[in-house]
């Protein structure tokens, strides 16, 4: 019957609504009647006509307002208020008609029982609809998950009204930190204190959590998260406060976990003035737009209000996409700044003197590279061309047109390199620090913003664990003990930005980030915030195994972020200044002819070679078992 009903025609259920509110204009009535003269009432002469005036008067109100096109399904508040605004103008036609011609037939006591009697009608009529529709009035649905709200604030209870339409989660309780609340009720539903939690998990069976709590302090969030991890319950998260902003919550707004959230620690806070001093109303170059760090780097840099933001990228399906989200961005914004979509490899030198000389970038941030470890290992020819002397054209054409400010985008797998991605990575900061190094150079000022990895990106550990989680496992992990560095994308996007307003010339910027982190916890941690249990020997009922494949050729257990080891701070607390050898130009100039030559041959051997002699500590034996 559910189903039949919702594949019927549009016209057909909007008939079946007026005639459902014609009977109850004529049932109002008829109680009306009934009320004022305390018996039940049958109508007789002209009082026919009375019942008639309702339905001729409510119908042509109600459609001229809408409740004919409203979905059932998703009554609301907003639904019931409109419909008290078409009964209070039905209420005044009908009052007007009393005044004068149908008084004697319909007593003014009557005329105002029956707009107040047929709204209740109404009004019941649509949420009962809504209720029957929704299936909620059938109780508990096959797979219905069991559900805490962790915010009884606003966030909250939008979201508990969104989760009453669609019925595929059973909201069982609120948990909030405010004392004025716990003990309380909402919508009938009650409110716990936080530290009631665990016992309302295993008393209740809830499998689902949700934090409404778009306002909340990284620190507050994090201690919360932490505090679930044992629980085994599926927590996920609301959008923040900017998102919420632009409309009603709903279940599809529900996302899981942010990578910033799994990364446990405090994200570095931008400082907006170091923004603003080298972006606003600028002529901004991005190469690479179109990957994940070039197109967050565009997105914070839009919000910066440049004159100009070229966007450049060798894949048109990634450009394409980047352009159609920032012109959208630019509308909704009523943002002026010209995006200038850009076809072009940084291999094609001249197609770069054309883009630097035409468009005359005020900045450069060099973001283009083949950055996957195993990819590069089986593409070493293409891997050294595109990272090594694709940066060399780009800082070579700034040069030339005399762009300001040029940022390289590198990497902490450039130091002490076991792989040749690394050590391309750590070639093209050679390049900028020699060309940097020249006395008789332009005015164009290097630098190279060093980072560890970064959560969320394609290719990263996190969409890889989630895609293996959804498919029930299990997850491949490369060793138990390796370790790396992370970052977020905006993060490491806000350290480029931030540390090319502080460069002024050849400096290798680098993130005090922390601790570094195993990937094995870091799998845990997803795995427990999923609702899940590792499988392993002490737990051999778990629901996702681990699977350990061995490190992949290049890669190793532990990554640094400094050659040396003097590095000095900065204007801005997280940022710090490394102080790396390198090799003035001429001298490398030669150890670059030799290595383009290897490439151009395909002679990977070659290329190893003019790799150990240029890049302090490059060793790229097998990967250890």
Not at 424 to 432: C, H, Q
Not at 524 to 535: K, M, P, T
Request: net charge neutral; hydrophobic share 45%.
């Amino acid at each position: 019957m559910f189903k039949q009903v919702l594949d019927w025609p549009r016209s057909v259920k909007r008939s079946l609504v007026i005639v459902v509110d014609v009977i109850l204009s004529l049932v109002a009535t008829w109680v009306a009647y009934s009320l004022r003269f305390e018996t039940l009432h049958w109508p007789t002469g002209w009082q026919w006509g009375v019942y008639l005036l309702g339905p001729v008067l409510a119908i042509p109100i109600f459609a001229r307002l809408g409740l004919y096109r409203a979905i059932f399904r998703y009554t609301g508040l907003d639904t019931l208020l409109t419909t008290g605004k078409a009964v209070a103008l039905y209420a005044l036609a009908l009052i007007a008609v009393l005044l004068w011609p149908m008084r004697p037939v319909f007593p003014l006591t009557s005329g105002v029982l029956q707009p107040i009697i047929f709204f209740l009608l109404v009004s019941a009529s649509r949420v009962s609809a809504q209720y029957w529709l929704t299936g909620i009035s059938l109780g508990k649905q096959p797979n219905q998950g069991r559900m805490l709200i962790f915010g009884a604030g606003a966030a909250g209870v939008q979201t508990s009204s969104a989760m009453a339409v669609t019925g595929r989660l059973k909201l069982l309780g609120f948990v909030d930190e405010d004392p004025a609340k716990i003990g309380q009720t909402i919508n009938g539903v009650p409110v716990f204190a936080a530290a009631e939690v665990p016992a309302v998990v295993k008393k209740l069976g809830i499998t689902d959590i949700l934090l409404a709590i778009p306002s909340a302090t990284r620190e507050r969030r994090n201690k919360i998260i932490q505090s679930l991890r044992s629980l085994h319950v599926h927590t996920r998260t609301l959008p923040g406060l900017a998102d919420l902003a632009s409309g009603r919550v709903t279940l599809q707004d529900f996302r899981e976990l942010d990578v910033e959230d799994l990364l446990a620690r405090e994200a570095v806070a931008p400082q907006a003035d170091l923004l603003a001093s080298s972006l606003f109303n600028q002529t901004i170059l991005v190469t690479g737009a179109g990957g994940s760090i070039g197109s967050e780097l565009c997105r914070q840099i839009l919000p910066e209000l440049p004159r100009r933001l070229l966007l450049l990228d060798h894949s048109e399906f990634g450009l394409y996409t980047l352009h159609r989200e920032l012109e959208a961005w630019c509308a909704a914004h009523e943002s002026d700044v010209e995006l200038v979509p850009l076809l072009a490899s940084v291999g094609n030198r001249r197609r770069l003197d054309w883009i630097c000389t035409t468009y005359q970038p005020d900045t450069v941030y060099h973001a283009a590279a083949y950055k996957h470890v195993p990819m590069v290992e089986c593409n070493p020819s293409e891997g050294i061309l595109n990272n090594v002397f694709g940066t060399l054209n780009m800082a070579q054409a700034a040069q030339a047109a005399r762009v300001a400010r040029f940022v390289l985008v590198s990497s902490d797998k450039a130091v002490r390199p076991t792989n040749l991605m690394g050590a391309s990575k750590r070639m093209a900061e050679l390049v900028l620090q020699a060309l940097a190094s020249q006395t008789e150079a332009p005015g164009t000022c290097f630098s190279m913003v060093r980072f560890g990895n970064v959560l969320g990106s394609s290719g990263s550990v996190v969409p890889m664990f989630r895609a293996q989680l959804a498919r029930g496992g299990p997850l491949t992990v490369t060793h138990p003990e390796v370790t790396r560095y992370f970052m977020t994308i905006p993060e490491a996007v806000q350290l480029v930005l931030q540390a090319a307003a502080m460069a002024a010339g050849g400096e290798v910027f680098v993130l005090e980030m922390g601790e570094p982190v195993k990937i094995i916890d870091l799998a845990r941690r997803l795995v427990a915030l999923s609702g899940l249990q590792v499988r392993d020997a002490g737990q051999p009922d778990g629901d996702i195994e681990f699977t350990f494949i061995g490190l992949r050729p290049g890669e190793k257990l532990y990554e640094e972020l400094l050659i040396g080891n003097n590095p000095t701070p900065t204007e801005h607390p997280r940022i710090m200044k490394a102080h790396e050898d390198f090799m003035a130009w001429p001298e490398l100039l030669s150890h670059l002819q030799q290595l383009q030559q290897a490439a151009a041959e395909e002679d990977v051997e070659a290329i190893r070679r003019v790799l150990r002699t240029c890049v302090h500590g490059f060793h790229d034996q097998p990967a250890p078992d």
